[in-house]
């Protein structure tokens, strides 16, 4: 049995500044997925990153047996900021997808190989109600162009595993996913 988009496995890198949702972001997807019977792996970065330095993650999504969490040239790299653009740009699997947060990168690819989508995240969250949003505008984009699951499990694991204290951006987060998935079945 094939994941959503038909492979077995698909490789996710999220990355940008700290404070900008990356880690939840990734392990949302983690438990979304999981709560789907994949099986799965979320490496978090705790390096020197701190609110405003760069933070990434690599979450796995598989039918089979995860041999390695780890993710050299990842099928989808999502990034939030420049640096995190410079860093994983590059590293993107031939016929993989780069969603950029085209509100804070003004840089584009200019690679032929992969799928690119230029997302303006941070102004789509700003007008549903706070920028914090954007990461979740990045994710229902992610999940609409190289569908790893359906987007509905990424609903089904805000409803279940956000936590009490940020229970209150619930409805946000909801529209967030919502509207990153309008953007691209708009350019469809």
Not at 49 to 55: H, I
Not at 124 to 131: F, W, Y
Request: glycine share 8%; aromatic share 6%; hydrophobic share 45%.
């Amino acid at each position: 049995m094939n994941n959503h988009n038909g492979n077995d496995r698909t490789e996710f890198v999220f990355s940008g500044f700290g404070g900008q949702g990356v880690m939840f972001v990734g392990q949302l997807l983690a438990y979304a997925a999981m709560d789907a019977g994949f099986n799965v792996t979320w490496i978090p970065s705790y390096g020197p990153e701190m609110r405003g330095g760069t933070a990434h993650c690599t979450t796995i999504v598989s039918r089979k047996p995860i041999g390695s969490p780890m993710s050299p040239r990842p099928h989808v790299a999502v990034v939030l900021n420049l640096p995190s653009f410079t860093r994983y740009e590059p590293l993107v699997r031939e016929e993989g997808l780069l969603v950029v947060n085209s509100a804070l990168v003004s840089l584009t690819s200019h690679r032929q190989d992969i799928q690119t989508l230029d997302i303006p995240a941070t102004t789509i969250a700003e007008n549903l109600g706070s920028v914090r949003a954007a990461n979740m505008v990045l994710l229902g984009a992610a999940l609409t162009a190289k569908p790893a699951l359906p987007l509905a499990a990424a609903h089904s694991a805000l409803e279940a595993h956000l936590p009490p204290q940020h229970r209150s951006l619930l409805a946000l987060n909801h529209a967030a996913l919502d509207a990153g998935a309008a953007v691209v079945l708009e350019r469809l």
